[in-house]
Nanobody
């Protein structure tokens, strides 16, 4: 069965770093555009970053530029999100998603496959 499983979330102090992982199974991972999204309580799910099939192209939300890096290892069927200089904010659940579009897309409605999320908390 197709499955996306996020891991690596937790509580991190302001200014710290965290690396999220998303392990995929049951799908042709190397043919999928992969994205990361986040959702805070009472907020809509928002785009964070995405990476194309080969890993040669990436796209980041303006708020995340310079603070995170998305990467993938197709041999391990895994996509990562490295986050640095974390700022205090409302706790959010970070979701991994996959789409088989031909290029990077940012609308969550364009992603058909989702993990269950991993929570990230950066206290004040």
């Amino acid at each position: 069965q197709l499955q996306l499983v996020e891991s690596g979330g937790g509580l991190v102090q302001a200014g710290g770093s965290l690396r999220l992982s998303c392990a995929a199974s049951g799908l042709p991972f190397s043919l999928a555009v992969m994205g990361w999204f986040r959702q805070a309580p009472g907020k809509e799910r928002e785009f964070v970053a995405a990476i194309n099939r080969s890993g040669g192209n990436t796209l980041y939300a303006d708020s995340m530029k310079g603070r995170c890096t998305i990467s993938r290892d197709n041999a391990k069927n895994t996509v990562y999100l490295q986050m640095n200089s974390l700022k205090p904010e409302y706790p959010a659940v970070y979701y991994c998603a996959a789409t088989f579009t031909l290029s990077i897309v940012t609308n969550p409605k364009q992603y058909a496959y989702w993990g269950h999320g991993t929570q990230v908390t950066v206290p004040s």
